[in-house]
């Protein structure tokens, strides 16, 4: 289900006062998608947060339930694919922290994957495994 242009537009400059989203950036588009929490043996920790991918010419920023997961393109080490419940819906980002150095792990489950992880990779310069 795709956001619609209002939506989209709400969520930008609900980005932008927060300050995830730099003046000098660009929101390029922003999709429904969930956060998932996994812990040791890949078993869930807790429900899927929903919210909203959204995808600038720097980052990709996670938002929903007060929280924001904000990933600098640049910051990308590793994407791939995974399942998310049997869905074949999961994107794996592992990227360097800005805070510490470490190498940080996230999921996420989007509709249309592809289309997604194609930007990503664009952006990142970082292939798909």
Do not use: H
Request: net charge positive; aromatic share 10%; glycine share 8%.
């Amino acid at each position: 289900m795709a956001l619609s242009n209002k939506k989209k537009e709400n969520l930008k400059e609900s980005l932008k006062k927060s300050g995830a989203i730099a003046p000098a950036d660009t929101m390029i588009d922003a999709a429904y998608a969930n956060y998932i929490q996994f812990g040791i043996g890949g078993v869930l920790l807790q429900r899927p947060k929903p919210g909203f991918a959204c995808f600038t010419e720097e980052k990709f920023i996670w938002t929903g339930a007060g929280d924001d997961i904000i990933i600098p393109y640049s910051q990308i080490r590793e994407l791939g694919k995974c399942l998310i419940m049997l869905m074949p819906m999961g994107i794996k980002i592992t990227y360097q922290s800005e805070s510490n150095g470490k190498l940080v792990k996230k999921k996420f489950s989007i509709w249309s994957r592809q289309k997604w992880l194609a930007l990503i990779e664009e952006k990142s310069k970082v292939t798909c495994s």
